[in-house]
T-cell receptor
Framework: DTAVSQTPKYLVTQMGNDKSIKCEQN?????MYWYKQDSKKFLKIMFS???????INETVPNRFSPKSPDKAHLNLHINSLELGDSAVYFC???????????????FGPGTRLTVL | AQSVTQPDIHITVSEGASLELRCNYS??????LFWYVQSPGQGLQLLLK??????LVQGIKGFEAEFKRSQSSFNLRKPSVHWSDAAEYFC??????????FGAGTTVTVRA
């Protein structure tokens, strides 16, 4: 009964390849996020979708493209992978807070991407 | 834009001793404040949050945090740590544009 799940957990690939990471939440939340955690454990928001609509698009290379087929899923596709893309990618979801946009976020277990 | 500073990169504490992790934030409006914990190889788990009301908030696992507007701080405390509290702790501030900004984290080591 995992609340926020990600697949795969580990991903090892060569430079230049294209890969996808999938995220699903069964919490009924409206908002989903992708974060990147670098080797120094710094977490940075990449994207956010609210009811399948993109609401946050931080300064990330356009090789990264999120896709939300429905509000329970938010996938991350990465083209032409580079060494610097190696990191742990976390998906998260949150419900809407009545009277305000911010609420706690529930995180998935992470996907460790290694680009060789 | 909002930001979070966690001044302590690494803290070592003896089992049974008290723990305090510092967090300072920068945000122009009323902040939404969070503390998350990340165990090795795991995702982030919410310990507690502050949106409004009582400035002393209680969380899971015996943690509490106090919001001090005058000091722009939201420090996390636990009276008596257990070996299982060894982890990475992140303070975060949320804004009205849905963004959650994290501090750099504090690594807590618990010695027997």
């Amino acid at each position: 009964d995992t609340a926020v799940s990600q697949t795969p957990k580990y991903l090892v690939t060569q430079m230049g390849n294209d890969k996808s990471i999938k995220c699903e939440q069964n919490l009924g939340h409206d908002t989903m996020y992708w974060y990147k955690q670098d080797s120094k454990k710094f977490l940075k928001i990449m994207f956010s979708y609210n009811n399948k609509e993109l609401i946050i698009n931080e300064t990330v290379p356009n090789r990264f493209s999120p896709k939300s087929p429905d509000k329970a899923h938010l996938n991350l596709h990465i083209n032409s992978l580079e060494l610097g893309d190696s990191a742990v990618y976390f998906c998260a979801s949150s419900p809407l807070l009545a009277g305000g946009p911010m609420n706690e976020q529930f995180f998935g277990p992470g996907t460790r991407l290694t680009v060789l | 834009a909002q930001s979070v500073t966690q001044p302590d990169i690494h803290i070592t504490v003896s089992e049974g001793a008290s723990l305090e992790l510092r967090c300072n934030y920068s945000y122009g409006a009323t902040p939404y404040l969070f503390w998350y914990v990340q165990s090795p190889g795991q995702g982030l788990q919410l310990l507690l949050k502050y949106f409004s009301g009582d400035t002393l908030v209680q969380g899971i696992k015996g943690f509490e945090a106090e919001f001090k507007r005058s000091q722009s701080s939201f420090n996390l405390r636990k009276p008596s740590v257990h070996w299982s509290d060894a982890a990475e702790y992140f303070c975060a501030v949320g804004s009205n544009d849905y963004k959650l900004s994290f501090g750099a984290g504090t690594t807590v080591t618990v010695r027997a």
